[in-house]
């Protein structure tokens, strides 16, 4: 079994920064690529970065400038440096990450249960 657990949520004035985590555990054998996703009331989930496990990233368009994807492959975690956040921002992040378990078939995708990101005007 692997599981998701996602940190660093919480209430921040438009303008201020928040660093989320989320460290992947268990059964694994390798971690392809993670990433975070977000879903606002209302709105379908969508993507805000990726990286895979040899660095390369990729953005929305919304976040470009202002956030910060990296991970610790040893420590099998990625982080999100949210910068310059803003009102439209505020949302829940859902942690995501393609993983070769170390039995089985493979990769899988797994999704952490979310934290919540509320960015004041």
């Known amino acids: 079994q692997v599981h998701l657990v996602e940190s660093g949520g919480g209430l921040v004035q438009a303008g201020g920064s928040l660093r989320l985590s989320c460290a992947a555990s268990?059964?694994?054998?390798?971690?392809?690529?993670m990433g975070w996703y977000r879903q606002a009331p209302g709105k379908q989930r969508e993507l805000v970065a990726t990286?895979?496990?040899?660095?390369?990233?990729n953005y929305a368009d919304s976040v470009k400038g202002r956030f910060t994807i990296s991970r610790d492959n040893a420590k099998n975690t990625v982080y999100l440096q949210m910068n310059i956040l803003k009102p439209e921002d505020t949302a829940v992040y859902i942690c995501?990450?393609?993983?070769?378990?170390?039995?089985?078939?493979?990769?899988?995708?797994?999704w952490g249960q979310g934290t919540q990101v509320t960015v004041s005007s």
């Open positions: 990286i895979t496990s040899g660095g390369n990233t």
């Open positions: 268990g059964s694994i054998f390798s971690i392809n690529a």
């Open positions: 995501y990450a393609r993983i070769f378990p170390r039995t089985g078939w493979g990769p899988n995708d797994y």
